[in-house]
């Protein structure tokens, strides 16, 4: 059984930054990565996405450019930079894992409880 853990949500204002990271524990040896998002009134939505070496990531195009993302296997830990934070950012934030080396926009397997990211103008 896999377990996510997601941190670093919080306020910040129009422009500014945020990290995310997220914790996995049990077994994730070779699990592509990636970081979902959902905002009041929306279904959720894909935003970032990591294969397993971190060779591979994959963007949506609202925040390509903008966020990175990033994993240290050694810490089993999955990272999203946040810069240049717009107000349309503000969401639930979620971590998954899937049982595959490679990224993807959409098929995973486990999946955190969310941290909350709230961008203020």
């Known amino acids: 059984q896999v377990s996510l853990v997601e941190s670093g949500g919080g306020l910040v204002q129009a422009g500014g930054s945020l990290r995310l990271s997220c914790a996995a524990s049990?077994?994730?040896?070779?699990?592509?990565m990636g970081w979902f998002r959902q905002a009041p009134g929306k279904e959720r939505e894909f935003v970032a996405a990591?294969?397993?070496?971190?060779?591979?990531?994959y963007y949506a195009a609202s925040v390509k450019g903008r966020f990175t993302i990033s994993r240290d296997n050694a810490k089993k830990t999955v990272y999203l930079q946040m810069d240049s934070l717009k107000l349309e950012d503000t969401a639930v934030y979620y971590c998954?894992?899937?049982?595959?080396?490679?990224?993807?926009?959409?098929?995973?397997?486990?999946w955190g409880q969310g941290t909350q990211v709230t961008v203020s103008s």
């Open positions: 998954a894992a899937r049982r595959s080396s490679s990224g993807s926009t959409n098929e995973y397997d486990y």
């Open positions: 049990g077994r994730t040896f070779g699990y592509g």
């Open positions: 990591v294969n397993w070496s971190g060779a591979s990531t």
